[in-house]
């Protein structure tokens, strides 16, 4: 399966003054394999330093003399690595706090070795108050999900490179968007967590991907101790376990539960988020730009990591997904879900800033999201059917005299006025789309 990000990945080869890169993400989504694919395709050789799987090559990074940790390191794999021709990979590094101080050295004192590093729980060691991180001597970037784009790529190659024709001047055919609306349906069920999409093709069988979902939120529950005293075990389980029923909902920690106070459940919800296995859209009063600079940081929506997981742990059937109307499915909270994994998905992949929303008065109008294009602030409104009031983005419309608002909907591509409906499919597209039209 081809990722997004290994276009990036191409053009950081070629660089003349490259840093070595540091690929964050939460656990399974596919760090270790993209790398090792990349590095197999562009490079004659691949040195795999796996932490977790032989930790005794933490000796190795004892010294800050990366010709000294090379020295070792090819004696341990038996194998020479060489500048500018060996992909030296580091996982799982968060095992090994040295290697990962080790990554300015090689900046510094061997520049032209390629050098990656990933770790599924590196979050926290990077929030360890006594960590030394060497800061812009590293280059971040943020593996996700499979985006619908990717995993069309990989179910129905065909229909994807059609795909990337549309636009307001190519409209998809009646024909087309009823077939693209199918494969948004199966998105939905599927998602984008790499071992659940092999299944999908290869299985061709939506039990065995839920079985695969199963064992992905088992193994993340299991995680919890590695992250976490003790005595945040039944916080991390609780959040975990309700998050489902508060997706695309304000938070208010009394949803969790109303016995245990705020102050307690908050820690166990920022180790979640750290992991990545939660997310966070914020709202902004949406005054100025950049938006960030008005965000009020008590009122936040959750969101999971993956809409397939989501399914799953929501106990959704396989058999009658599919014979449901999109607008059925949890209230339509799951197509706010996409849109949400699809925005940050199609983000620039060396950023990890939350995405935002919008509302007046603590709910008496809301915005689902609020984005930017060059320097126009654009409203989002998500909308399980094609059909809905756009009340709140009219409103947003008519307070900030924004030129155009979207809603993204199962309603073909078009244009009214000054709104501008967007179908699920073509969400990797809306920047583009935008910018021509204003």
């Not at 580091?90 to 050098?115: G, T």
């Not at 060691?125 to 970037?141: A, D």
């Not at 494969?183 to 299944?199: D, E, H, L």
Request: charged share 25%; hydrophobic share 45%.
């Amino acid at each position: 399966m081809k990722r997004a990000l290994e276009k990036e990945l191409r053009v950081w080869k070629e660089r003349e003054e490259h840093l070595p890169i540091l690929l964050r993400g939460a656990r399974q989504v596919g760090k270790s394999y993209l790398v090792e694919e990349f590095g197999k395709a562009h490079f004659e050789d691949v040195a795999v330093v796996d932490f977790e799987h032989r930790p005794e090559l933490k000796s190795a990074f004892l010294t800050r003399d990366p010709n000294a940790i090379i020295t070792e390191l090819e004696f341990a794999l038996k194998k020479p690595i060489k500048s500018g021709k060996s992909l030296l990979f580091l996982d799982e590094i968060q095992h090994c706090p040295e290697a990962l101080i080790s990554l300015r050295y090689f900046k510094e004192k061997m520049a032209h070795l390629h050098v990656i590093a990933a770790g599924s729980l590196l979050e926290f060691l990077l929030k360890e108050e006594n960590f030394s991180f060497p800061v812009g001597r590293v280059e971040f970037l943020y593996l996700r999900p499979l985006s619908f784009v990717e995993y069309l790529q990989a179910a129905a190659p065909f229909i994807a490179e059609r795909l990337a024709t549309f636009n307001p001047k190519h409209i998809p055919s009646e024909l087309e968007h009823k077939e693209l609306m199918k494969w948004i349906r199966r998105y939905f069920f599927i998602g984008g967590m790499p071992s659940a999409v092999r299944a999908s093709l290869q299985e061709n069988s939506l039990l065995e991907t839920q079985r695969i979902h199963n064992r992905i939120l088992q193994a993340y529950e299991s995680d919890f101790g590695k992250y976490a005293k003790h005595t945040q075990h039944q916080y991390l389980h609780l959040i975990f376990q309700q998050a489902p029923a508060l997706i695309a909902k304000v938070l208010k920690y009394s949803h969790i539960d109303k016995e245990i106070r705020s102050r307690e459940l908050k820690p166990a919800l920022e180790l979640l988020c750290h992991a990545g296995l939660l997310q966070r859209v914020f709202a902004t009063t949406a005054s100025g730009l950049p938006l960030h600079a008005y965000i009020k940081d008590h009122r936040h929506k959750l969101f999971y990591l993956d809409i397939g997981l989501l399914q799953t742990a929501t106990k959704v059937d396989a058999t009658q997904f599919f014979n449901q109307d999109l607008l059925q499915i949890n209230s339509g909270m799951i197509a706010e879900q996409f849109v949400e994994q699809e925005l940050l998905a199609y983000s620039l992949p060396d950023q990890n800033g939350p995405l935002l929303f919008w509302e007046r008065d603590e709910g008496e109008a809301e915005i689902d999201f609020i984005i930017t294009v060059g320097s126009e602030i654009i409203p989002i409104e998500v909308k399980a059917g094609a059909t809905g009031a756009l009340r709140s983005l009219h409103s947003f419309l008519k307070e900030k005299r924004g030129k155009l608002g979207v809603r993204i909907s199962e309603h073909p591509l078009s244009l009214r006025d000054s709104i501008l409906s967007i179908p699920f499919y073509l969400i990797h597209s809306l920047e583009r789309i935008v910018a021509s039209i204003l």
